[in-house]
């Protein structure tokens, strides 16, 4: 999304669409005026955050949202679906040629979405459960209590290993506060106190003991490749099915950046992803699997998934037909270069980062060495006009509120053309921030792990190199709304 002229088909199109919204509700129309100010003006370096096409997002301002669709194609519980069957079978179709996969199921409408359409499916086809067939066989409506306690009894002790929170794994691999942590009993592998990388023999060990259902692997803030091909040996060494959710990485798989040991497509049983992180498509979800598993696959509908939405299953659509092009693999590639280069920009001025760098598109920051916790750091950044969220970092005794951690990623601004210099001023930024930044005192008179004091000249200046660095790379050129 580089500098363009402005378009006036595109400019048009948006500005028509706004119209008719402050026609009926001015205060939506203005609110959408204002997040595209908004996210012009803003350096965003949330990791899990981009900037879908004008293409996506007109994909899903229209009449398939109309439309109830439950089941799949071919099996839909409602007449009338044949566009939207062409919609879901051209997503699919992209999705399984990108990512050269044996199925492809495009309904999920996020990420724990998917991961839960994974896991039912995986339950189906491993777990010798009548009632979890006959549940899969008809609309989740029509099951009686008594049939979900049958279920419940069936399913049984299963068991997930997934990657530790603190770690860098995610909420819906097996954790309390998620459904999947009461579907299953979980263990984790963390990473090597020294290095801040996974280790294989670890995984391998607890695997060996644990023997889980489902080992899974993928991560919201490990800056790090993960080897599928030893993982999935380790799956295969204990009997589990190796499932990879790799939201957060998907866009480089796609882009041909992530290949060979690190593709988790021809490793995994089963793979999930959300659709609108580094894949910058539009917010929802997606399930890869293995020919065998496709069938309780798409079942995930009405089994978890409540009806799909064909406005953003054509989104898909457009975003995947975008990620197969060279543009698409050159962003990926500038997405790992420029965290790259912000990982060495920190390194060089002294800011200490887990592991000591990064090949993804992600730098995980331990500010602990400044004195500041990292809901310190992220509000003193956001002051000085730099998004990013604070993330807890291994074995962090600032736990996962407060946290020692910062996570910065790269997608959203290479999407807006930044490259390698940008990101090393990038770094000469937040590095000014975190050494000029001082924990402060609460209003009983202690340290406070949320107060901080940033003079405002220090704040100031960086704000006004922060606008000015994205005020070079506009974004969504091509549409003036006047
Ligand atoms: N919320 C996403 C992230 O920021 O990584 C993960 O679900």
Redesign the pocket.
């Known amino acids: 999304m580089t500098a363009s002229a402005p378009q006036p088909a595109e400019s048009a199109a948006f500005a028509s669409a706004l119209e008719l919204i402050g026609a009926v509700e001015p205060r939506v129309a203005a609110a959408i005026r204002q997040e595209l100010n908004d996210q012009r003006e803003s350096l965003k370096l ?4 981009n900037y879908a096409s004008p293409a996506v997002l007109a994909a899903m301002g229209n009449w398939l949202s109309d439309k109830y669709a439950e089941g799949t194609v071919g099996r839909r519980f409602y007449a009338g679906c044949q566009n939207v069957d062409i919609v879901e079978s051209v997503a699919a179709e992209h999705a399984r040629e990108l990512f050269g996969a044996d199925h492809a199921y495009v309904q999920p409408h ?3 979405d998917a991961n839960l359409v994974a896991f039912w499916a995986v339950l189906a086809q491993t777990v010798e459960a009548p009632a979890l067939r006959d549940a899969q066989a008809r609309h989740v409506n029509d099951l009686s209590d008594a049939a979900w306690e049958t279920l419940r009894r069936e399913l049984g002790d299963q068991r997930m290993l997934g990657m530790s929170l603190d770690a860098g794994g ?3 691999h097996g954790f309390r506060p998620n459904i999947s942590g009461k579907m299953f009993h979980q263990r984790s592998y963390g990473t090597n106190p020294t290095s801040g990388l996974i280790d294989y023999d670890e995984v391998r060990q607890i695997a060996a003991e644990f023997r889980p259902l489902i080992l899974i692997a993928g991560y ?2 490990y800056p790090r490749r993960i080897n599928f091909r030893l993982m999935r040996e380790i799956a295969d060494d204990v009997g589990a099915t190796f499932m990879v959710d790799m ?2 990485f998907a866009g480089l798989v796609a882009g041909k950046v992530l290949t060979g040991d690190f593709d988790p497509v021809p490793h995994a049983h089963i793979v999930t992803t ?1 659709t609108h ?1 580094t894949l910058r498509g539009p917010r929802g979800g997606m399930v890869l699997c293995k020919e065998e598993l496709s069938e309780h696959v798409n079942r995930g509908c009405p089994m978890v998934l409540g009806g799909p939405l064909p406005h953003v299953m054509a989104a898909k659509a457009v975003a995947l037909a975008e990620a197969r092009t060279p543009d698409f693999r050159r962003y990926a590639q500038a997405v790992v270069d420029n965290a790259a280069a912000l990982a060495e920009g920190l390194l060089r001025r002294g800011v200490t980062l887990v592991t000591g760098g990064t090949d993804n598109h992600l730098v995980l920051v331990d500010v602990s060495a400044h004195g500041l916790t990292g809901r310190q750091a992220e509000a003193a950044l956001l002051d000085a006009g730099i998004v990013t ?1 604070r993330n807890a970092i291994p074995c962090d005794p600032n736990g996962a509120w407060y946290t020692s951690g910062i ?1 910065l990623g790269t997608p959203a601004l290479t999407t807006r053309g930044l490259g390698t210099a940008e990101m090393d001023a990038i770094a000469e930024l937040i590095h000014t921030v975190l050494v000029n930044t001082q924990p402060a005192a609460g209003p009983d008179g202690n340290r406070s792990p949320a107060k901080y004091v940033l003079d405002a000249a220090t704040c100031g200046k960086v704000a006004q190199e922060a606008a000015n660095l994205v005020a070079g790379y506009p974004l969504y050129p091509a549409v003036d709304l006047g």
């Open positions: 949330i990791a899990s955050e996020s990420g724990i995610h909420l819906t919201s803030a939201a957060h959300t992180k969220n996570r």
